[in-house]
Every structure is written in structure tokens, then in C-alpha cells.
């Protein structure tokens, strides 16, 4: 089997980098508010502004220490941000693209969730910043002004991390409070010994990176989260030690957060979060399950226009009812996938037509209807 050829380091120097950051884009917060919504990127409009104007705080910061020559320590601290919002809400679609596509930053997007506390089973922490170094080509000093994006934040709570294994506590951090301790160090402006691969082998080079400049941005659904908040608010009303009426919370996992729910520490640590941890993200920002209209929409201008295009390079017009697109949302709100499950649904509604007809050079019309409640997509005669 073909091995990878090992990384190296570059080192392309100073004046290189200078050049980098002096080209970095740094549109408006409105009109990067509005590029998102060139991008495909729909709803959201509180959380999109958020975290526009913390993208624009970034690079001018990151401007003002470089070009400018700006003492690092006379400016605001760099902002960490924390994105709360359930599954399929466009969390993480709004950081690859705005960071990725529209700023061109190095950006490396995490699955937290694989990764345990130095010397537990599972990925180092340190190799987080493995990450954007591979998506800053190796560049240590394009890496320390990326962004890194901790998917699934909410499953490395100690409150989540609820599973059981033979030999507990010597091969895997089931806690996740041992993560949560890593991040700690990391997310403060520190300097972290890197490795070049991912890989656990202590013969791997290694490289020192400093994360003064680097944004990270955690992202996760928390769910149980809003009961959470919700008890503490009533313990808070009612007198400590009573306990609310069971039944009384919901446990959907489409819920929106409040601002003042977001807000709390006290509802992270009480989530299963080190309070120290979560202070060290400047603002949290609520996402809201989306509505059948802003799902509509998504459908419409994305995954219909992408599927259409598929088929017409197979020969054929695909022609879907405004009422299937309906029943498609409906089904996304039913089953709370948000967005995430839209594609996933037409995908499924459409397998049997496109098993029949991709690659039989035929031509015409694909007619997709609802009938009797059921999505019907077939040839036309």
C-alpha cells in the first residue's frame, strides 16, 4: 500500500507571509452578510451578523499586528466564539464558508469527539492544529492566524460522555473532562508543540505554534441544553433544592436558545462544561431551528438546482411539484434534521427513477408529483 510522502515543514519566510496577510479580503460585515447569501447561505440573519462582525474583527486585528504594527496587547483579545443551535441549523456551512471561501483563511474543521486527553485512546489534541497547519500548506505562520471550528462541541461535556467501558479510566478520557482541559491551554494565547502528521508516534517532527491569533469557533446541537437552563431558571424562581414538574420540559431536539441561556456559564458547567472553559469564548451565539419557509428556500435555490443540474447532464428535465417540495420540508421539520436532511430526502424520493434512467442516453421529462401522500417521481411517457 502507497504511503503518504512525509510533511515538511515550509518556510517561505516573512516577507512571504506579510504579502498573505496584506491580500486578505476584508469585506464589511454587511457585505459579507450579503456574500453568504450568494453562497447559498439562508436564515440565521442574528447569528450570520454575529459572526460577520467577529470575522471582520479577526482580520483587521490580525492586519493591525502585522502590517500595522500594532502591539497585540493594546487591542481586544482575540474572539473565540461559541455557536449553539440544533442539528441541521447551518452551524457549521456558515464557518467553512465564510472563513474558507470568502476570507480564504486557513480553516480546519474538527470532529472534537474522536480526540481523549494525552495518553488515552484517541487523537491528541495537539493534532487539532495539525489540521490547519495541512490547511495552510504546512505554513506555521499562515496557520497561527486561522481558524479552527470544534464540531459536536457539546458531546466532550461531562454530562454527555455518559458511556461505559471495560477498563474505564485507564484507556479512554470517558469523561471528557480531560479534552475540555487540553482545549484550555490551547484556546488561550499559548504556544503548542504540533505534530506534522497525525499520527501518535513520538518519532514525528514536530513544530512550535503559537495560538494568540488563532480563532476558534465550537459549534455543537446541546441538546438537553434548554432543560438544563429551564430548571436552573426555575430553581432560581422557586427556591433552591425544588425540583420542576416532570414532563414540563420538551425533548425535542429542534429547540431555539435565548440569548440569556447562551449567556450563562452557569448553565455550561451545569451541562457538564469546566466554567473556565467556556469563559474563555467572548460572545456564544444562539442558532434557531429553522422554519419550513428558510427550509424551503434552501431546497428550492441548493438541493433542487443541484439535483436538477445532475439530471440534465444525464439528458433529462426533472420537473418537481410545489407540493412535493412542501412534503419534503415537512418531512425535515417532522423528523427535526433541519436542513442537513433535505438533500437526503429528494436524494431517496428520486433513487429508483435515476436507477432506471443515468446512463441510458435517454432524453426528456422526469415528473415528480405527490400522490395520496406519497412522492411519485417517474419518466414521462
Excluded at 470575522?55 to 500595522?68: E, F, S
Excluded at 503559537?210 to 441538546?223: M, P, Q
Excluded at 436538477?308 to 412534503?327: C, M, N, Q
Aim: proline share 3%.
Amino acid at each position: 500500500m502507497a504511503t503518504e510522502p512525509t510533511r515538511k515543514v515550509r518556510k517561505q519566510g516573512l516577507e512571504h507571509f506579510i504579502k498573505v496577510v496584506r491580500d486578505l479580503p476584508i469585506p464589511t460585515p454587511t457585505t459579507m452578510f450579503r456574500m453568504l447569501e450568494e453562497h447559498g447561505y439562508r436564515g440565521q440573519d442574528d447569528a450570520r451578523r454575529a459572526l460577520c462582525l467577529m470575522a471582520y474583527r479577526h482580520v483587521r486585528r490580525v492586519k493591525r499586528i502585522y502590517l500595522d504594527g500594532i502591539d497585540r496587547n493594546e487591542l481586544p483579545r482575540k474572539s473565540n466564539t461559541l455557536l449553539v443551535g440544533p442539528t441541521g441549523s447551518g452551524k457549521t456551512f456558515l464557518v467553512e464558508t465564510l472563513f474558507g471561501k470568502i476570507l480564504k483563511l486557513p480553516t480546519a474543521l474538527v470532529d472534537i469527539t474522536t480526540y481523549s486527553e494525552t495518553g488515552y485512546v484517541g487523537q491528541d489534541p495537539s493534532t487539532i492544529l495539525t489540521r490547519l497547519l495541512h490547511s495552510a500548506d504546512e505554513n506555521p505562520m499562515l496557520a497561527s492566524i486561522g481558524v479552527v471550528c470544534l464540531d459536536e462541541f457539546d458531546k466532550i461535556s461531562s454530562g454527555q460522555n455518559n458511556a461505559i467501558f471495560a477498563g474505564a479510566g485507564t484507556t479512554k478520557d470517558v469523561t471528557g473532562m480531560g479534552v475540555q482541559r487540553e482545549l484550555l491551554k490551547m484556546l488561550e494565547s499559548t504556544e503548542v508543540l504540533v505534530p506534522l502528521e497525525m499520527s501518535h508516534s513520538s518519532y514525528a517532527d514536530n513544530v512550535l505554534l503559537s495560538t494568540a491569533d488563532i480563532a476558534f469557533i465550537a459549534a455543537g446541537a446541546f441538546s438537553g441544553f434548554q432543560q438544563v437552563a429551564q430548571r436552573r431558571a426555575m430553581r432560581d424562581q422557586i427556591g433552591f433544592g425544588r425540583e420542576q414538574a416532570s414532563g414540563s420540559t420538551s425533548d425535542a431536539i429542534a429547540v431555539s436558545f435565548t440569548p440569556e441561556q447562551v449567556e450563562s456559564v452557569a448553565n455550561f458547567q451545569a451541562y457538564g462544561f469546566l466554567p473556565e472553559l467556556i469563559a474563555r469564548f467572548t460572545r456564544a451565539v444562539p442558532f434557531k431551528a429553522l422554519d419550513a419557509a428558510t427550509l424551503k428556500d434552501i431546497l428550492r435555490a441548493d438541493v433542487v438546482t443541484r439535483t436538477s443540474k445532475e439530471f440534465s447532464l444525464e439528458g433529462l428535465r426533472l420537473e418537481i411539484d410545489e407540493a412535493v417540495l412542501d412534503h419534503i420540508v415537512a418531512e425535515a421539520l417532522r423528523r427535526e434534521t433541519g436542513a442537513r436532511g433535505l438533500a437526503s430526502t429528494l436524494t431517496r424520493q428520486l433513487e429508483e427513477v435515476a436507477f432506471a434512467c443515468f446512463g441510458e442516453e435517454l432524453t426528456g421529462a422526469v415528473q415528480v408529483t405527490l400522490e395520496g401522500g406519497a412522492v411519485v417521481a417517474k419518466r414521462a411517457s
